[in-house]
């Protein structure tokens, strides 16, 4: 479904008389005024014309390309494919891409690692979405979408561990912790919980797993629905300890990232709105996202 205005102009009885009657003056030269007309009509729709596929300077004309890492994890990705339309990301990703106009063939995927997602320069893609945070500092030298999901940080410790008793963030400050690299969670963990010990860096979220599963740390970070998944799929003798935002209480918010200055940010974020007003978004979310409300807040 392609964004689309209507502009529709009323005329009344008694104006289109006025017009019938109103002498006409041959004399004058009217290429001003349809001049005006044409440019008025341009004007007044511009993003009709702009947010198409015909229109949209995408790296390749006609077709939309998204960036994302791999391997592409649940929930936001399914079965780490993420051309199938399946997991909170990809999901989106179609839905903004069906707004703007382009059927599901005209989206190509590329692997981007992560921690490259944000660096300065040209990009292979036209916007990448991996649960990528909209910070100050990343977005200096990249731009972002309106935010498409909200998240706190979540602490993920096995049930036997000592760790799996804390209640509080002063209560980690004692533990080893872990998580990805490039990613808020490291920077939590540095910045907000400040442990005695630098905490471990991974390459990726498994390694991070991994770790834990081999007592090489107490605990990990990792954004909440990651977290739900983690203990409900693939560590069953996990727990979650609880949760926090990550930044002095504001709501930490994930957005698509383009290079910088890149002119598809206006539509893209249009067609965002699109599928926040109409309820898409939060059917996506529904369908694809666990609840968060049982999860006791760390502060």
């Known amino acids: 479904m392609r964004l689309r205005r209507t502009s ?47 229109t949209l300077q995408t790296l390749t004309a006609g077709t939309l390309t998204v960036g994302t890492d791999s391997p592409a994890y649940d929930p936001w990705f399914s079965n780490n494919d993420p051309t199938n339309g399946k997991g ?13 106009g382009y059927t599901s063939d005209q989206v190509t995927w590329v692997k981007v690692p992560f921690n490259s997602s944000y660096k300065p320069g040209p990009k292979d893609f036209d916007f990448d979405i991996n649960q990528i945070s909209i910070t100050p500092a990343r977005a200096k030298v990249v731009d972002f979408s309106d935010g498409y999901y909200s998240a706190s ?34 920077t939590a963990i540095r910045d907000i919980i400040a442990p005695s010990s630098d905490p471990l860096v991974f390459e990726d979220t498994n390694a991070a797993k991994q770790a834990m599963l081999n007592g090489q740390v107490d605990a990990i970070l990792a954004d909440l629905p990651t977290a739900f998944y983690i203990v409900a799929v693939e560590i069953p003798k996990g727990t979650i300890i609880g949760q926090f935002q990550a930044e002095t209480g504001a709501q930490e918010e994930f957005g698509m990232l ?10 893209v974020n249009e067609a965002l709105q699109a599928i926040k007003d109409d309820g898409t978004l ?6 694809w996202l666990s609840d968060t409300v049982n999860v006791p807040v760390l502060e």
């Open 8 to 54: 529709l102009v009323l005329a009344t009885p008694l104006l289109l008389a006025a017009v019938a009657c109103a002498p006409v003056d041959n004399t004058t030269d009217n290429t001003t005024d349809t001049a005006s007309d044409s440019a008025g009509s341009t004007s007044s729709s511009p993003a009709a014309d702009a947010c198409s596929p015909e």
């Open 88 to 100: 909170y990301e990809s999901a989106v990703a179609y839905a903004v891409a069906e707004q703007l």
């Open 153 to 186: 940080q979540a602490v993920i410790a096995l049930k036997d561990s000592p760790a799996a008793g804390a209640t509080s963030l002063a209560d980690l400050q004692g533990l080893k912790l872990g998580a990805q690299t490039g990613t808020t969670s490291l």
């Open 258 to 267: 383009f290079e910088k200055g890149s002119s598809l940010v206006p539509c």
């Open 282 to 287: 939060a059917s996506i979310e529904q369908q």
